[in-house]
């Protein structure tokens, strides 16, 4: 048990289909992040929120909103997307970001497939 | 473009053996962290070593830190079945959009399989 829980951990969608990742951290963390991994890729951030406030966006695509609505909770809006973004998106936290360097807590992930 | 590359792609030991594994980088950094993730889960962070750090411990895990040759390495002594896994290097670069903090970038991992 990581303290990071995604939901759900596997979904099978078509292109034209809207649906929601859902991450959730008890560990009081400040910050939250969406990664996306894909077979044969290294670890691709995308988003990054701090205190609810989004920090970074890594040039990610607009069919991918997140949204953060408190410290905890971390959501990724899917909407028309495309079979290349069949990936696992891995939702992790960290207890802030400055440069004194901290451990991330990753979930387990959600496996999208796009049909 | 990708900051932290793993040698080599893919180990295979047999059970007792120890592992290494390297990983490079380019720019210079304030931190390198080490993490394992098992087949279907998440990454698991294994240690952290801190840019004035030679070297760090923990159990079974030795990691060396190079910054001259911006380098680092893993060393799973003594490997087990459940040491199976991949594991990556991860380097600290600013964010792109605002300048306060740093976020992590990830190789691509060295896959190991330890056989009984």
């Known amino acids: 048990e990581t303290g990071v829980t995604q939901t759900p951990r596997h979904l099978v969608m078509g292109m034209t289909n809207k649906k929601s990742l859902k991450c959730e951290q008890h560990?009081?963390?400040?910050?939250m992040y969406w990664y996306k991994q894909s077979a044969k890729k290294p670890l691709e951030l995308m988003f990054v929120?701090?205190?609810?406030?989004?920090?970074e966006n890594n040039s990610v695509p607009s069919r991918f909103s997140p949204e953060c609505p408190n410290s905890s909770h971390l959501f990724l809006h899917l909407h028309t997307l495309q079979p290349e973004d069949s990936a696992l998106y891995l939702c992790?936290?960290?207890?802030?970001?400055?440069?004194?360097?901290?451990?991330?807590?990753f979930g387990d992930g959600t496996r999208l497939s796009i049909l | 473009s990708q900051q932290g590359e793993e040698d080599p792609q893919a180990l295979s030991i047999q059970e007792g053996e120890n592992a290494t594994m390297n990983c490079s980088y380019k720019?210079?950094?304030?931190?390198l962290q080490w993490y394992r993730q098992n087949s279907g889960r998440g990454l698991v962070h294994l240690i952290l070593?801190?840019?004035?750090?030679r070297e760090k411990h923990s159990g079974r895990l030795r990691v060396t830190l190079d910054t001259s040759k911006k380098s680092s390495s893993l060393l799973i002594t003594a490997s087990r079945a459940a040491d199976t896994a991949s594991y990556f290097c991860?380097?600290?670069?600013?964010?792109?959009?605002?300048?306060?903090?740093?976020?992590?970038?990830f190789g691509g991992g060295t896959r190991v399989l330890v056989k009984p």
């Open positions: 992790a936290s960290s207890q802030d970001w400055d440069d004194t360097g901290w451990p991330q807590h």
């Open positions: 560990l009081g963390h400040n910050a």
């Open positions: 929120y701090n205190f609810k406030e989004q920090t």
């Open positions: 720019t210079s950094i304030n931190n």
């Open positions: 070593i801190r840019s004035n750090e």
């Open positions: 991860a380097t600290d670069v600013p964010f792109s959009i605002k300048a306060a903090g740093n976020k992590l970038t």
